[in-house]
């Protein structure tokens, strides 16, 4: 923005320059004709020539105040929605850090339940519907909502006539956040759609809870077609965020032998957070090398030491820290192509809390 401002400051100091210039020879060539007239009889300045080129100045600065948008309208389709939806995403994450691996989790909680669908966005509707956001594993725990109804809507006001699904804006934002976080980027790939209902029972049934044993979420993760690596490679988005001390001082949430930061003995409120590592807002191997050293913060995270092959696993990751990097990029690929459910009614969602107006009528 300054660059902008110092070159469109000194444009038009030129500007000034180059009118008064006009005006000194205007006035001294007809002094000078008044004097003399004979001696300047054929001389003819190009008076237009000369206002001509400083009119070409205020049009070359006006294209440079305009260029962001003639940018924008140079993007491929594709390239306008990641830009937009980039935008917003990292505006919220300069704002507050906790917000990336908040949008981070959204996109898992929303893939894992029925397949990324954008379910996890529908606000309930007192007495008609009921949506995932407040089933236990998300009530005052999932956030940043906003963010992708804001990234939704930046969507449609830069890329006019590009149709994207709030499923698409979920998996963009997760990519987003891993990558501003420190992280390795990915490619996304749009064309998901959204659902016209969701699964309440189901965000309890199929997602991953921090009371979970080993053998219980090598079973959620095998019902979602991911190996045993991509699984500890998954647990890996552990690295940054917060747990909330209610979670954490839950019995049969936490690993006994975690050193927390939470009162446990006080009255406790969702502003109350626990770390997830010791650097929770850089996207790094750290939460590996807390797991070696037995101080997991979750229960389900710390057993990954307790089996042999997902405790080399986690060794692999402690060890190298570009090695869990590509495993996790490419585990977020494969999760981010996880189908909705067989014979799901699906749409483009306009607002991504409420399905389409045309298609109330089928839920």
């Known amino acids: 923005m300054g660059f902008r401002l110092s070159h469109l400051s000194l444009a038009l100091s030129f500007v000034a320059l180059a009118l008064a210039g006009v005006a000194i020879y205007k006035n001294t060539y007809e002094a000078m004709i008044m004097n003399n007239g004979s001696l300047l009889q054929n001389v003819s300045p190009n008076l237009d020539s000369l206002?001509?080129?400083?009119?070409?100045?205020?049009?070359?600065?006006?294209?440079?105040?305009?260029?962001?948008?003639?940018?924008?309208?140079?993007?491929?389709?594709?390239?306008?929605?990641?830009?937009?939806?980039?935008?917003?995403?990292?505006?919220?994450?300069?704002?507050?850090?906790?917000?990336?691996?908040?949008?981070?989790?959204?996109?898992?909680?929303d893939c894992f339940v029925d397949g990324c669908d954008g379910g996890i966005l529908l606000d309930d509707i007192n007495g008609t519907f009921t949506g995932e956001q407040n089933s236990p594993p998300n009530a005052n725990s999932a956030r940043g909502y906003e963010v992708i109804a804001q990234a939704k809507q930046s969507v449609i006001d830069t890329c006019p006539n590009i149709s994207v699904s709030c499923a698409d804006i979920l998996a963009i934002a997760a990519r987003d956040s891993v990558a501003k976080l420190g992280g390795q980027t990915y490619n996304v790939a749009l064309g998901r759609s959204d659902a016209r209902t969701a699964?309440?029972?189901?965000?309890?049934?199929?997602?991953?809870?921090?009371?979970?044993?080993?053998?219980?979420?090598?079973?959620?993760?095998?019902?979602?077609?991911?190996?045993?690596?991509?699984?500890?490679?998954l647990a890996g988005a552990?690295?940054?965020?917060?747990?909330?001390?209610?979670?954490?001082?839950t019995s049969g949430n936490v690993n006994p032998a975690a050193?927390?930061?939470?009162?446990?003995?006080?009255?406790?409120?969702?502003?109350?957070?626990?770390?997830?590592?010791?650097?929770?807002?850089?996207?790094?191997?750290?939460y590996y090398d807390n797991l070696n050293s037995n101080q997991g913060i979750m229960f389900s995270d710390q057993v990954l030491t307790g089996d042999a092959t997902t405790a080399g696993f986690v060794t692999d990751y402690s060890n190298d820290v570009s090695v869990f990097l590509g495993d996790f990029a490419a585990a977020m690929i494969k999760m981010g192509d996880l189908p909705p459910s067989a014979g799901a009614q699906l749409e483009i969602r306009d607002v991504c809390s409420r399905v389409n107006p045309t298609s109330v009528a089928s839920m």
């Open 51 to 109: 206002e001509s080129g400083v009119a070409s100045i205020l049009t070359l600065n006006n294209k440079k105040r305009n260029s962001d948008k003639y940018l924008r309208q140079q993007l491929t389709p594709e390239a306008c929605v990641f830009s937009a939806v980039r935008g917003v995403v990292e505006s919220a994450i300069d704002a507050e850090t906790r917000m990336g691996a908040s949008l981070i989790r959204l996109h898992f909680h």
């Open 199 to 233: 699964n309440f029972s189901g965000a309890i049934n199929q997602l991953p809870a921090p009371f979970d044993n080993l053998t219980v979420q090598i079973q959620k993760f095998s019902d979602k077609n991911f190996t045993l690596r991509e699984m500890v490679a």
């Open 238 to 249: 552990h690295t940054v965020g917060f747990a909330r001390c209610s979670t954490v001082c």
């Open 259 to 286: 050193q927390l930061q939470c009162n446990c003995s006080a009255t406790l409120t969702d502003s109350d957070l626990q770390q997830l590592d010791t650097t929770p807002t850089m996207f790094d191997k750290v």
